[in-house]
């Protein structure tokens, strides 16, 4: 959870990770669309910066400020549905876990998920989540139209009827267009899925990949350093009824081994690195096959209390397990203190100008360290080899990237800039990280 609390003239808010601070001079609360276009009309007026805080769980500087944060948890839930077409708007302040319940009431569904659910929908899509599949497409792309409260305190609606490039800069921007008050979002028929956890070899997976990726809807795979064992999880839409774990097994599983005991381990490896090979060969000993078949959102989800901070780049999907290789053997190598495992997603290509799988097939590659351990030098070691493959820094995880380098990697780069120039000349929405990552 993020927290707010008074601090003389200023508030104090912390990201989830516990790593991202910043003192706002205000933190506002709008409840309705109105009191959002005022609350912006009067900031932009009196030179104001503003930045809109989601959930707390991007690893960036992305919410940071010193001047004007803006909570949008005040503008939640379903505005309109039609069943017909599918379409489904919402509010930007919307829980994904929220608007996943809302969905499933409805009969409706999104097709592809991300593996947290604790996001809003604005900030989910303004960082590109994506989830996994060959053929699926990543949040943002299930987008059919934004509303958006720009610098002139209008309300701007994006959609794809209304030709495709202010839509295409919109749906990934990180915060820096305006604030996102609606999304209608492209919603498929309720569906089930069928989920197997698989433990099989690293090598078999590596040499099989592209095999179990096209055999498999959504497909990603996980891996401890220092071990030779990968967990795949496969998930498949299915006719079949639910049969999901009993509540005593997902409290054992997930709750006291997974989150309990494996948050007491990695703090306890923070003392004794030299530990954590011979840790982590014991632990995926443990690793075992399972399966089970619920409602698609509670399986795309996976159940977190461990506190991490991540990076995570999208690479060419024929250079992906290329560069996975590299990091292992470099963590291996620099005997790096890293004790959670490494993930691996693929994705198919989409069209948001600054999506990280802008017109590419992509497979993602995330490393992850405990919130209480140092993380710094070993991903920036890690980050050199993202690099040399043309690799795109997700938006809203660790990275050093800055504007120069991220724009030789965006084709549509200048067109996105042009967008911006357009909705905010004066850049009332911006902050330190997006004048590092976009430019000023």
């Not at 060419?316 to 560069?323: Q, V, Y």
Request: charge should be negative.
């Amino acid at each position: 959870m993020t927290s707010v609390i008074s601090a003389g003239k200023t508030e104090t808010w912390t990201n989830w990770a516990g790593d991202r601070t910043c003192h706002p001079q205000a933190i506002e609360r709008p409840t309705s669309r109105g009191q959002l276009v005022d609350l912006i009309g009067r900031s932009a007026a009196s030179d104001r910066q503003v930045t809109v805080r989601g959930s707390g769980h991007s690893f960036t500087g992305a919410p940071l400020t010193d001047d004007v944060m803006v909570d949008l948890s005040g503008l939640s839930g379903v505005i309109d549905a039609d069943l017909d077409s599918g379409l489904v708007k919402v509010m930007g302040g919307t829980v994904l876990a929220d608007a996943n319940r809302e969905l499933d009431r409805l009969g409706r569904a999104l097709i592809n998920l991300g593996d947290i659910d604790r996001q809003t929908v604005a900030g989910a899509i303004s960082t590109g989540t994506h989830g996994t599949g060959e053929t699926m497409p990543n949040l943002p792309a299930q987008v059919a139209a934004l509303d958006i409260v720009t610098a002139d305190g209008e309300v701007r609606t994006f959609t794809e009827d209304d030709g495709d490039e202010m839509i295409r800069a919109a749906r990934v921007a990180v915060g820096s267009l305006g604030v996102i008050s609606a999304v209608t979002l492209r919603t498929a028929p309720a569906f089930n899925l069928h989920r197997e956890d698989v433990p099989i070899p690293l090598d078999q997976v590596l040499s099989d990949f592209d095999e179990l990726a096209a055999a498999n809807r959504h497909f990603e795979f996980f891996v401890f350093p220092y071990t030779e064992t990968a967990l795949t999880l496969r998930r498949n839409p299915t006719d079949r009824p639910p049969a999901p774990r009993s509540g005593v097994e997902r409290f054992i599983s997930d709750r006291v081994i997974e989150n309990g005991i494996g948050d007491l381990a990695l703090r306890g490896l923070k003392r004794v690195p030299d530990l954590i090979p011979r840790v982590a060969r014991f632990s995926s000993r443990f690793m075992t096959q399972s399966e089970q078949i619920d409602t698609a959102h509670r399986l795309f989800v996976n159940y977190r209390t461990i506190r991490f901070t991540e990076m995570e780049y999208c690479l060419p999907r024929e250079h992906g397990l290329e560069a996975l290789t590299r990091v292992l053997d470099l963590v291996r190598e620099e005997k790096m203190p890293m004790g959670m495992p490494i993930e691996c997603r693929v994705l198919a290509p989409d069209d948001a100008m600054l999506s990280m799988s802008y017109e590419r097939s992509s497979i993602y590659v995330a490393v992850h360290q405990h919130a209480t351990a140092e993380w710094r030098p070993w991903f920036e070691q890690i980050e050199q080899i993202f690099t040399e493959y043309q690799g795109r820094p997700h938006w809203g995880k660790r990275h050093t990237r800055t504007a120069a380098e991220l724009a030789e990697l965006y084709p549509e780069w200048d067109s996105f800039q042009k967008v911006r120039d357009e909705l905010d000349p004066d850049r009332v929405f911006t902050n330190e990280y997006l004048r590092e990552v976009l430019g000023e």
